[in-house]
């Protein structure tokens, strides 16, 4: 379903940091980094152990449900012209998107709840709704970076950072211009323009392939959001325009994302607090899961944002340390973490040569600050060196 509650594949994906409260007695040690989290990981090293990741995280094509991409150049750039001036949630563009799309989304949203069709004679009722979002002057650009079929975000229009974060899209603007390029769909069909319309329709699913593609785990997740929701208002488009030669390819398209969502819904667990825990990120807390992360890393089967995951994992499994004492408000020279292992150095210097650039860009930066820290002398400076970080 397109609503985020009604959604399970995201439960993976949208996992927060382990939550820390505030440390008033005595400094924070390895011996209570161990006690926290080595439960988390032993349970998620048997699960990775015991799946092969190359058949849970297949490939997914779309191209059956699309026009066919023929254009050239990165249509994340043209995304991002879109996007970038709304990622801060107290933007005035972001809140005026917000505030036009908002009784869409609600009609979405309970159209999907009780299954209910989504065509132009439901949507009389926020006839004026559609108008206004159908004539957002940005769909255009959406239109045109959906053409296009190379898509890269992470890593080519935005950088990578020293810690290898990036400004992510949140699913909340994603979600937005998707209603809103249903939205012009609706007044298309209405109009009876039907090819113009299914192309906007289908460009909801083809700008869910891009996020898709990308490897930023989120994302990647975020992606098969998009177009679960595109072949859900594809299905009901096509039937009611007697087109049901199509519908067969929707269907496989929904079904094949829903297959993976279960598939990798039982990869994730919950720890003895109901917390849910992510296994790739788990794997990363001890050196004895650094060759299953190393494993994933390289196996060039996998979506570039799983491979990505374990890169980003082998980084902060062991800078986790220091994101607690951060988080913690204590004296970072409280703290008495161990350097960075060799072995997990090594790994990630492995990964330098990968051929996919925004893969090798994480693994030079991360093995970078990771060596910075092993000379360090102690553990509060390795701790002030990674809160000074950008």
Same mark, same amino acid.
């Not at 066919?68 to 249509?75: D, R, T, V």
């Not at 998707?178 to 700008?207: C, F, G, H, P, Y």
């Not at 994933?296 to 890169?311: G, K, M, N, T």
């Given at each position: 379903?397109?609503?985020?509650?009604?959604?399970?594949?995201?439960?993976?994906?949208?996992?927060?940091?382990?939550?820390?409260?505030?440390?008033?007695?005595?400094?924070?040690?390895?011996?209570?980094?161990?006690?926290?989290?080595?439960?988390?990981?032993?349970?998620?090293?048997?699960?990775?152990?015991?799946?092969?990741?190359?058949?849970?995280?297949?490939?997914?094509?779309?191209?059956?449900?699309?026009?066919?991409?023929?254009?050239?150049?990165?249509?994340?750039?043209?995304?991002?012209?879109?996007?970038?001036? #709304?990622? *801060?949630?107290?933007?005035?563009? $972001?809140?005026?998107? %917000? +505030?036009?799309? /908002?009784?869409?989304? @609600?009609?979405?949203?309970?159209?999907?709840?009780?299954?209910?069709?989504?065509?132009?004679?439901?949507?009389?009722?926020? #006839?004026? *709704?559609?108008?206004?979002?159908? $004539?957002?002057?940005? %769909? +255009?650009?959406? /239109?045109?970076?959906? @053409?296009?079929?190379?898509?890269?975000?992470?890593?080519?229009?935005?950088?990578?950072?020293?810690?290898?974060?990036?400004?992510?899209?949140?699913?909340?603007?994603?979600?937005?211009?998707?209603?809103?390029?249903?939205?012009?769909?609706?007044?298309?069909?209405?109009?009876?323009?039907?090819?113009?319309?299914?192309?906007?329709?289908?460009?909801?699913?083809?700008?869910?392939?891009?996020?898709?593609?990308?490897?930023?785990?989120?994302?990647?997740?975020?992606?098969?959001?998009?177009?679960?929701?595109?072949?859900?208002?594809?299905?009901?488009?096509?039937?009611?325009?007697?087109?049901?030669?199509?519908?067969?390819?929707?269907?496989?398209?929904?079904?094949?994302?829903?297959?993976?969502?279960?598939?990798?819904?039982?990869?994730?667990?919950?720890?003895?607090?109901?917390?849910?825990?992510?296994?790739?990120?788990?794997?990363?807390?001890?050196?004895?899961?650094?060759?299953?992360?190393?494993?994933?890393?390289?196996?060039?089967?996998?979506?570039?944002?799983?491979?990505?995951?374990?890169?980003?994992?082998?980084?902060?499994?062991?800078?986790?340390?220091?994101?607690?004492?951060?988080?913690?408000?204590?004296?970072?020279?409280?703290?008495?973490?161990?350097?960075?292992?060799?072995?997990?150095?090594?790994?990630?210097?492995?990964?330098?040569?990968?051929?996919?650039?925004?893969?090798?860009?994480?693994?030079?930066?991360?093995?970078?600050?990771?060596?910075?820290?092993?000379?360090?002398?102690?553990?509060?400076?390795?701790?002030?060196?990674?809160?000074?970080?950008?």
């Amino acid at each position: 379903m397109f609503a985020m509650r009604h959604i399970p594949m995201l439960l993976i994906c949208l996992i927060c940091l382990f939550s820390c409260k505030r440390v008033d007695d005595g400094p924070l040690t390895e011996e209570l980094f161990r006690f926290t989290l080595e439960k988390q990981f032993a349970t998620a090293k048997s699960k990775m152990d015991t799946v092969k990741i190359e058949e849970i995280f297949t490939p997914i094509d779309h191209s059956n449900v699309i026009f066919e991409q023929k254009s050239q150049g990165n249509a994340a750039e043209l995304y991002w012209e879109v996007f970038k001036d #709304k990622l *801060d949630s107290r933007s005035e563009s $972001r809140q005026q998107l %917000l +505030e036009t799309v /908002e009784p869409i989304m @609600q009609f979405v949203d309970l159209s999907i709840k009780e299954n209910l069709e989504i065509s132009p004679q439901k949507a009389e009722s926020i #006839k004026a *709704d559609l108008q206004k979002a159908a $004539r957002l002057p940005e %769909l +255009e650009k959406i /239109e045109q970076a959906a @053409q296009l079929r190379y898509f890269r975000l992470t890593g080519e229009v935005v950088p990578i950072s020293a810690k290898l974060t990036v400004n992510l899209i949140p699913m909340t603007l994603l979600r937005a211009y998707s209603v809103a390029l249903m939205a012009k769909a609706l007044e298309r069909e209405n109009s009876r323009d039907i090819s113009s319309a299914e192309r906007l329709l289908q460009t909801i699913v083809a700008m869910g392939g891009h996020f898709a593609a990308d490897p930023k785990y989120e994302n990647y997740f975020n992606g098969q959001v998009l177009m679960e929701f595109g072949c859900y208002l594809l299905k009901s488009f096509y039937n009611r325009n007697k087109q049901a030669s199509k519908i067969e390819a929707v269907e496989k398209l929904a079904e094949s994302i829903k297959n993976q969502a279960q598939k990798a819904g039982s990869l994730a667990f919950r720890d003895e607090t109901g917390q849910p825990v992510n296994p790739i990120k788990a794997l990363g807390y001890f050196d004895e899961g650094i060759d299953s992360l190393l494993r994933i890393a390289l196996d060039e089967r996998l979506p570039l944002a799983i491979r990505s995951a374990a890169v980003e994992h082998l980084f902060y499994g062991y800078v986790f340390r220091y994101m607690v004492v951060q988080h913690s408000g204590r004296n970072p020279d409280t703290s008495k973490y161990a350097p960075p292992s060799e072995q997990r150095i090594a790994a990630l210097d492995k990964l330098k040569s990968i051929p996919d650039k925004t893969l090798s860009q994480m693994a030079v930066n991360a093995s970078t600050v990771l060596t910075n820290m092993k000379q360090m002398q102690s553990s509060g400076e390795r701790a002030r060196y990674w809160m000074g970080l950008n």
